[in-house]
Every structure is written in structure tokens, then in C-alpha cells.
């Protein structure tokens, strides 16, 4: 069992930048991928960014590729997504989420454990 608890959230302009910060608890976090996702009102949940357990591998989602940086911490247990250059349609509550094996993962039904979330709203 792996327990998320996703920070960092907020209002912010457009252009402006945020860090989320995803603390992990529980069996070991240091051998999970680990990912970020989206969600706005009425839409599905949509990948973002992923991390092996190592960090030595990434992936983005096409439409935050360049502008979000994802890394992990193992020490920490933390994982973080660095976002700069936000746009009003990166509003969304962002969730973190740990995958219970290897690799790099894009598709929600490949991650097993789920944070909170955390809101983050850019304005024009």
C-alpha cells in the first residue's frame, strides 16, 4: 500500500510558474514509477508526466513537453512537477500517481495508487 499526499497547488497568471510536490508513504516508493495527471470539470483524467523509479527515465504528454519538468527524490520520497509557462488550459486538479511496477507508464489503468489532488488554476 502506497499513501500520496499532493502539494503546491494554487492560482497563478498566466506565464507564471508552480512546483507540486507529491509525498509517498507506505511499501517502498523508491521501485514505483511514478506520474502526473490532470483532470478539469466534465473532462476525462489526462496523463501529463511520468518517471521511472530510477528518475532516469521521463515522458510528457505532447501538449506540457518543454514547459513541465517531472523529477523524484527517492531519499524524499517525493516526486515533483516543475511547471512553467502555464496557460489558462492547464487549469486542472493535478494528481499524482504511483504505478506498483517498472517502467514508464502514460495510461491511468496502469497506475494502482492515487493521491487527493491538488488544484491549480491559471487565469489570462
Known amino acids: 500500500q502506497v499513501q500520496l499526499v499532493e502539494s503546491g497547488g494554487g492560482l497563478v497568471q498566466a506565464g507564471g510558474s508552480l512546483r507540486l510536490s507529491c509525498a509517498a508513504s507506505?511499501?517502498?516508493?523508491?521501485?514505483?514509477?511514478m506520474g502526473w495527471f490532470r483532470q478539469a470539470p466534465g473532462k476525462e483524467r489526462q496523463f501529463v508526466a511520468a518517471?521511472?523509479?530510477?528518475?532516469?527515465?521521463?515522458y510528457y504528454a505532447g501538449s506540457v513537453k518543454g514547459r513541465f519538468i517531472i523529477s523524484r527524490d527517492n531519499a524524499k520520497n517525493t516526486v515533483y512537477l516543475q511547471m512553467n509557462s502555464l496557460k489558462p488550459e492547464d487549469t486542472a486538479v493535478y494528481y499524482c500517481?504511483?504505478?506498483?511496477?517498472?517502467?514508464?507508464?502514460?495510461?491511468?489503468?496502469?497506475?494502482?495508487?492515487w493521491g487527493q489532488g491538488t488544484q491549480v488554476t491559471v487565469s489570462s
Open positions: 500517481a504511483a504505478a506498483d511496477k517498472m517502467g514508464v507508464f502514460t495510461r491511468v489503468r496502469e497506475y494502482l495508487y
Open positions: 518517471i521511472s523509479w530510477s528518475g532516469g527515465t521521463t
Open positions: 507506505g511499501r517502498t516508493f523508491s521501485s514505483a514509477a
